[in-house]
């Protein structure tokens, strides 16, 4: 596979116009949602990528990254576990669904891919 | 611990809020992220911060994604929703004619009303630029010593500012400025006059004037130091910094070296204090005399004060009378020499303070132009109004079919709004984009100097205005329309669906405020044709005066005029080689300068008189031909004449109360050897705002200032050489003048002006008004005409049937032409019935500041309404002709 224009097959394009590609917060929030298995809500997601990355985001960028997620079926999402905390409320609890484990997986396979092509040495400054 | 942080909430209305917006289905674990992530920060960071974040959480989760688009939106009246526009546009794109006509007429209002309306900001954004403008005050002086001997100033002694500092705790911070006429070196032996500016050390701590280089609040830092302003700077270094560059500047007595330390950014023109090049005022100490540095009556500087933050300038004005007796002595009574204080912002359009160093704006001027442009607006939000209550005629039906269907009085209102917004958006974004493309054209046209920077907060502001415009002009089509029973409608093919009333008034007024402003514009057109045609009583067309300078930078007054004045004689010689120029004469004032040397005395029975004084050489009443009521001229070489010999104007003659003039002396005590030798007629040697003043003309001016008690004058007294140009281009003057001039005096640079432009210019203020006025009465005769037109068209088409039954029973064209113009013709007799007493009243308020005026007369009332009825005959007449010659076979069949 040469390098340039990434497609991604797997998502369904009639559902999605701009589908084809994801974004790099969208990737990582899929992966987030996929590496927390049963646990994956909004704020727990959140607390994750601010652990891992670093980055200073809030709460309502993940809340429209999951509903994107969600409209082009990468994530399928249930509201379960009232407890006391948090008024009460329900959490929406996120999890892959097989297109988004293939997007991932394409992702993944494409940049390892790439990745393997770059020289075992690198010059200083490169 | 959880449970006890449970208890504190998030504030009410976000939460509110949030249910508002947010789709039901999103709601609930939406709501749980955020009251988890509150609850978290309650705990690390306490409520408030908490809140904040609560806040900031659900103003961010307003997004598209999560918003109720089916309900809440759609419902919401006052949302323009994609129905509504749709609807809209569809209607408006049906009735091009009436749309055009719309959206014509709105966008030339507001471009009348944007332009009119960026003159006046700027106006008021004068000073406003300092961040502690709120706590600047500029001091006054008002000396009233009884018998009318009043001087108020806005320029103050020096001695104030170490004065106040003194004195006045109340006061963070004293400074003073004001400008000289020094020449600048600028290359080798070329000197160019330049205003340079003194100004206290501490001036930048007090005016947030900003700089490109050096250091902001303290740009001096040694006594020798030198501003510059960016445009300056590159004047007279080019590209090179001139930072640490040096500038020669010929000062009062010596010629000194200044270094430049600081660049300061060009002062906006909306600014009260204006510079180009300052030097510290520490140099006062050895630039100017005993008598300017500690005189009480020698007035120069604006005084600025900086009020500590928690002082009020009440305080000091309270003790200040207290303060001055102890300094004052004996020579002055109590609250004969006050002092008192005026804000920094208002300055600009104050009229009851007199204008510091720098002129100042009349402020009825601004209201009046703001007040026009408001009117035509106004017009323009009628000409919508009536035209779409008139428009109602043909929506009666669809307005019933509607609420048959069930439509709700909300809904149709909203629909209607929809309409009238649409079209003031469209015409917002027309009239702004002209106005400010035509930005360039206005400023030539009008003579102003508006200048436009654009900031995103003003497309907020032209949006909420638009949206302002739509809902006030629709606001009465659409209740009017919404509020007709159905059943009326429905029957009557023939129900108007509006109260004609209100239609007859509006046109009134329409009518009403053009020929007003027709009617001004005529009469300040007269008014300003007399002033620049009236006889002045001397001639100057193509007079030319160039002054003079004095070789010698300091000593008596007299002395250094006498130098000036021998130049003046060098610089003659070498231009009367050329037969076009003649009528040469020296003398320390030229016409078309206000201001001339004002002097007082007390006379011989102890009261105050005073007068105006020109210093002349014996060929001043010949050269501008001035006539001789009584006695004779000075006479060429005559040296007794040219010692002690005056002669004044028939007003003197009157005001020192001389039956019998000639040989006669001023009647004061102390003036020197001198005698009247004639006397000439008035001539208008000031604006024609003023009353001819008493005038003494003189050769030698020692024996006058020994017996005068008080001085004052804005124009320079040094002496200027008049000559009278007789060639055919303008041009060849300049040059012959450049080059005598380099010839005879080859390092100084040449100043010259014309005085008949100087003459003119005395009333640009208000040939300016005039022309402000007269391009806001073309564009309200413009706007009447689209509504007029709009209107005939209506009022034709409803009455089609008439038209056509009158026509088959035998009415000629001619009759119903007559017919339909009579329509109109009584609201336009009273609009210019009504607007006669209010154009007669606003007029004669400006003709007041004139001395010399020309009368209202019946004269332009005729014109004007004359104007009005042939503007609305010719817009009538097409249509109610075309009206007239369709085949009434055809209108009786329509439907």
């Keep these: 596979m040469s390098s340039g224009h990434l497609r991604f097959s797997a998502v369904d394009k009639k559902n999605n116009m701009k589908g084809e590609t994801i974004g790099e917060l969208e990737e990582l929030v899929l992966l987030t949602v996929g590496a927390l298995l049963q646990e994956a809500y909004a704020v727990a997601i959140l607390d994750e990528l601010v652990e891992k990355t670093g980055r200073n985001m809030d709460v309502t960028a993940i809340h429209s990254v999951l509903r994107r997620l969600e409209k082009k079926g990468l994530v399928k999402s249930e509201m379960r576990g009232a407890t006391n905390e948090r008024g009460g409320r329900r959490k929406r609890f996120f999890d892959l669904t097989p297109a988004g484990r293939a997007v991932l997986d394409e992702t993944m396979s494409v940049r390892m891919e790439l990745y393997q092509k770059l020289p075992k040495l690198t010059f200083f400054g490169i | ?895």
């Design chain 2, 1 to 895: 611990m959880k449970d006890q942080t449970n208890h504190i909430n998030p504030p009410k209305w976000a939460t509110r809020f949030l249910h508002w917006y947010c789709k039901p289905e999103l709601l609930e674990d939406l709501e749980g992220d955020l009251l988890e992530l509150f609850d978290r920060k309650v705990e690390t960071k306490g409520a408030k911060a908490a809140n904040r974040l609560f806040i900031w959480l659900v103003l961010r989760s307003f997004r598209w994604s999560a918003i109720n688009k089916n309900q809440k939106l759609k419902t919401h009246s006052l949302m323009l929703t994609g129905q509504n526009l749709k609807v809209a546009a569809r209607v408006l794109w049906r009735d091009k004619f009436n749309t055009t006509l719309n959206i014509l007429g709105l966008t030339i209002g507001i471009l009348c009303f944007v332009q009119m309306g960026l003159y006046v900001a700027q106006e008021l954004s004068f000073d406003q630029m300092h961040s502690k403008k709120d706590r600047i005050y500029r001091a006054y002086l008002y000396e009233d010593y009884g018998d009318g001997r009043i001087f108020f100033n806005s320029v103050t002694p020096m001695r104030f500012e170490p004065l106040f500092k003194k004195e006045f705790s109340e006061f963070e911070n004293v400074v003073q400025w004001f400008k000289r006429t020094y020449a600048v070196q600028a290359s080798g032996d070329n000197w160019i006059n330049e205003e340079v500016a003194l100004i206290s050390p501490e001036f930048f701590q007090v005016f947030d004037f900003e700089m490109e280089k050096g250091n902001a609040s303290n740009p001096f830092t040694g006594r020798y130091d030198l501003i510059l302003s960016e445009g300056y700077a590159e004047k007279y270094f080019g590209k090179e910094d001139p930072v640490g560059q040096t500038l020669t500047i010929n000062l009062e007595k010596e010629v000194v070296e200044f270094t430049v330390s600081a660049v300061m950014k060009d002062i906006s023109d909306n600014s009260s204090i204006q510079f180009d090049l300052a030097i510290s005022n520490e140099l006062n100490q050895t630039l100017f005399g005993e008598q300017a540095l500690k005189g009480w009556t020698s007035v120069s500087q604006e005084t600025y004060v900086l009020v500590n933050e928690n002082s009020r300038i009440e305080s000091v004005n309270a003790k200040s009378q207290d303060v001055l007796m102890t300094y004052l002595g004996e020579n002055f009574n109590r609250d004969e020499y006050t002092v008192g204080f005026q804000e920094l912002t208002d300055i600009h359009l104050n009229p009851e303070v007199p204008a510091g160093i720098e002129a100042v704006s009349n402020p009825t001027y601004v209201y009046v132009l703001g007040i026009i442009g408001f009117l035509v607006l106004l017009i323009a939000c009628v000409n919508y109004t009536t035209l779409s209550i008139g428009k109602s005629i043909k929506r009666a039906k669809e307005v019933g079919m509607r609420k048959i269907l069930g439509a709700g009085k909300q809904l149709l209102v909203s629909q209607y709004l929809t309409e009238s917004i649409v079209v003031a958006l469209i015409s917002m974004l027309l009239g702004t984009g002209l106005a400010i493309i035509g930005i360039p054209t206005f400023n030539q046209l009008t003579g102003v100097n508006l200048i436009y920077s654009f900031e995103w907060w003003h497309l907020g502001l032209f949006l909420g205005l638009g949206l302002l415009i739509g809902s006030l002009a629709g606001m009465y089509p659409a209740f009017v329309l919404t509020n007709t029973r159905i059943m009326s409608i429905m029957q009557s093919s023939n129900t108007t669906g509006g109260k004609h009333w209100v239609r007859k008034v509006m046109v009134t007024f329409q009518f009403l405020v053009t020929v007003l402003l027709i009617s001004s514009t005529l009469i300040m057109q007269k008014q300003i044709g007399f002033l620049q045609s009236k006889n002045l009583g001397y001639d100057y067309e193509a007079v030319v005066a160039v002054p003079l300078f004095a070789n010698i930078q300091s000593g008596r007054f007299t002395e250094r005029y006498a130098s000036a004045r021998d130049n003046a004689q060098l610089l003659q010689q070498n231009l009367q080689q050329h037969p076009e120029l003649s009528n040469f004469t020296a003398s320390s004032h030229a016409f078309g300068t206000n201001g001339w040397m004002h002097l007082a005395f007390e006379d011989v029975k102890g009261s105050f008189l005073w007068f105006r004084m020109v210093g002349v050489d014996a060929n001043f009443i010949d050269a501008f031909d001035l006539k001789l009521v009584e006695g004779r001229n000075f006479e060429k070489g005559n040296t007794a004449d040219e010692r002690q010999s005056i002669i004044l104007n028939e007003t003197a003659v009157k005001y020192f109360g001389l039956t019998n003039p000639l040989e006669e002396k001023l009647p004061g005590s102390d003036f020197g050897e001198h005698r009247i030798v004639g006397v000439v007629e008035d001539f208008h040697y000031s604006s024609l705002h003023e009353e001819i003043e008493p005038l003494v003309i003189t050769q030698n001016m020692s024996p006058i200032f020994a017996g005068i008690s008080d001085t004052d004058f804005q124009d320079s007294p040094f002496p200027k050489l008049l000559f009278k140009y007789s060639g055919s281009s303008l041009l060849a003057v300049q040059d012959i003048l450049e080059e005598e001039w380099s010839r005879t005096f080859p390092n100084r640079n040449l100043e010259y002006e014309f005085i008949d432009e100087n003459i003119a210019r005395q009333y640009e203020n208000e040939a300016r008004l005039n022309k402000l006025i007269g391009v806001a009465t073309l564009i309200s005769i413009l706007i009447a005409s689209i509504g007029l037109l709009g209107l005939t068209v209506l009022v034709v088409n409803s009455r089609e049937k008439e038209i056509g039954i009158r026509k088959v029973i035998g009415a000629s064209s001619a009759q119903i032409f007559g017919l339909l113009a009579r329509t109109f013709s009584w609201q336009l007799a009273l609009g210019v019935i009504l607007s006669i007493p209010l154009t007669i009243w606003l007029m004669q308020q400006w003709l007041e500041d004139f001395a010399y005026r020309v009368s209202i007369g019946g004269d332009m009332f005729v014109i004007s309404t004359a104007i009005s009825v042939v503007i609305a005959l010719l817009v009538i007449s097409y249509h109610s002709w075309k009206a007239t010659k369709v085949n009434p076979v055809k209108s009786l069949r329509s439907e």
